[in-house]
């Protein structure tokens, strides 16, 4: 009886005993949930736990199965908003082309449900980064490139004090670089052609929207070639004068400075803020010159876009592209210049053609008609009525054919930014 007694005593004490180890292990479980999340542990709690140690682990699909579950089955839990962040984290962890186009959708998606929490700032920021990711060299598509800065633009807009606003302006910097880099090197192909009104709608262009660009002051002499080409010295002299005084460290500033003292133009002061700028780039350059000379040979097998010239100082461009046309008009010839690539004929400065007649030239012949605007006068003998000018009629036909391609090529393109097939 004693002994029995004794083996049930002992059942109950073993019962005891099992049910207090079990409550010190649900204890230390507990205890090993992330930061901000002790407490009970409710159902959507431990989705959102399994999600994030899912992603850790490279286990994304099974994540959003869990996140997933969470939003559609806990639509007012305290979780809702981080597991649609996790959600975006998963998609840009993950990494590829479909599922980073996914995380920028559902990080936007998480801007517009929560546009107040202080995540808000990060989907910002990922979203560019999303972009950023996915950037292709100059030569290649650009639509990345365009589209990481607009986001980028966006997020300095909105959180200029943000602690990320110094590492999305240098990314703001990088995306840039490329943009410039690929107008550069097709207003530069223009150049050495000779075809100077394709070179200069995208070299002005450049030069206004990205001054951090690191050959800006290469294209403003660039520029500044063309105008005095183009006998307009006062307009030439204003690109060599942005030379001298924007880029005083540049080494086409002394290039500059000659042709401005050679066509009578005062040499401007040098700005003290454009001067600070590129000291702080030289010092820099001093100080990671060695990891620029190491990384450039490697970017030959990368597809990624040589980032490493870009500016690390200075304010980069947070205005949008706008449709404002080049001044393209500025080139017409004066009197009898013609500009490579321009019409025949003198221009009014209101962009006319010019109707005035030549110096010496006689406006009472009776054997001249009148012909179309840009089309050299013909002389016919009143008799036979044939055509004596000195072009022919093959070269006419010829001609007019070549101005009717050049109006049909005009209204496909418009304004100055022009698609040409590399």
């Not at 990080?107 to 560019?128: C, H, I, M, S």
């Not at 005095?228 to 010295?233: H, L, P, Q, T, V």
């Not at 706008?322 to 500025?330: I, K, Q, V, W």
Request: proline content about 6%; glycine content about 6%.
């Amino acid at each position: 009886m004693k002994a029995a007694l004794l083996h049930k005593q002992m059942r109950v004490v073993g019962i005891l005993l099992a049910v207090t180890l079990l409550f010190a292990g649900c204890g230390r479980k507990t205890g090993r949930l992330g930061a901000g999340l002790e407490g009970s542990v409710e159902p959507d709690r431990v989705l959102y736990e399994r999600s994030l140690e899912d992603i850790q682990k490279s286990r994304y699909v099974a994540a959003r199965l869990n996140l997933m579950t969470l939003i559609n089955t806990y639509p007012d839990s305290e979780y809702l908003a981080k597991a649609k962040l996790a959600v975006a984290d998963s998609y840009y962890k993950e990494g590829d082309s479909a599922s980073l186009t996914l995380a920028v959708q559902e990080y936007k998606d998480f801007r517009t449900f929560f546009p107040f929490l202080e995540e808000a700032a990060y989907a910002q920021y990922q979203v560019g980064m999303a972009h950023y990711r996915r950037l292709e060299k100059p030569d290649r598509d650009r639509t990345q490139a365009r589209l990481a800065e607009i986001e980028f633009q966006e997020f300095l807009k909105a959180y200029p004090e943000h602690e990320w606003a110094k590492e999305a302006e240098q990314r703001l910097r990088e995306v840039q670089e490329v943009l410039a880099e690929g107008d550069y090197r097709i207003a530069r192909y223009y150049y050495i052609k000779g075809s100077y009104r394709a070179a200069t709608g995208r070299l002005i262009e450049l030069t206004d929207r990205y001054p951090l660009y690191s050959n800006s002051d290469k294209s403003l002499m660039m520029l500044g070639d063309i105008f005095e080409k183009s006998e307009r010295a006062e307009i030439a002299a204003r690109f060599y004068s942005r030379v001298v005084r924007d880029y005083p460290m540049s080494p086409f500033a002394g290039d500059a400075k000659l042709r401005l003292e050679d066509l009578g133009v005062p040499v401007p002061q040098p700005d003290a803020a454009a001067l600070e700028r590129m000291q702080a780039e030289a010092a820099y350059a001093k100080e990671n010159g060695g990891k620029r000379w190491m990384t450039k040979p490697l970017n030959i097998f990368s597809a990624r876009p040589d980032t490493s010239r870009a500016a690390h100082a200075g304010p980069p461009n947070l205005e949008p592209p706008t449709d404002t046309t080049a001044t393209l008009e500025s080139l017409r010839p004066r009197q009898n210049f013609q500009l490579q690539g321009g019409n025949a004929g003198g221009t009014a400065p209101g962009g006319s053609p010019s109707t005035a007649p030549a110096e010496g030239s006689k406006t009472s012949d009776p054997g001249a008609t009148s012909a179309p605007t840009g089309d050299v006068p013909l002389r016919v003998d009143p008799k036979t009525g044939e055509d004596k000018s000195s072009k022919n009629k093959d070269e006419k036909e010829k001609d007019k054919k070549k101005d009717d391609k050049e109006s049909s090529s005009k209204k496909k393109k418009s304004g100055i930014r022009k698609l040409i097939p590399w």
